[in-house]
């Protein structure tokens, strides 16, 4: 920006500038973010659609499993039954289902998820487009 010599197209320069690291910038971290958080959930989700099929195609009615209680500290668990199934549906409560309808539920909730997660997808590339069309408008100015 030393190469501007005109005052006015320098601080116009610098507010374009301003604009892109405070706002932009941050706003598509935030937005990748909340992406990321959205295929974490879809990730937790199939894993559980995977447990009931493999509950269902052995025929299991017990259950032994590793239970995650966070940063990777797992301990035993075992179930008794495997007739119903607890199922987080958001917002901390957990619903008790049988196996088809914890998978109906969870095909459900994986398709409004990949809905979300693609909108923030078209939000990021939106993003991106601004800061391009605002860098080479400035290269423009400058001539480069």
Known sequence: MDAIQ???TKISFEKYDSFIQGILYPKLKETA???DSVYDKISEYLKLKSLIETIEDHSLDTLKLSVDLGSNFYVQGKADSTEFIYVNVGFGFYLKMTKPEA???IESKQEHLEKLADSYTVEINLIRAK????????SSVLGF
């Not at 800061?131 to 400035?138: N, T």
């Open 103 to 105: 998978k109906k539920f």
């Open 131 to 138: 800061i391009k069309v605002i860098q080479e408008a400035m």
């Open 6 to 8: 005109d005052p006015e």
């Open 33 to 35: 973010e909340l992406r």
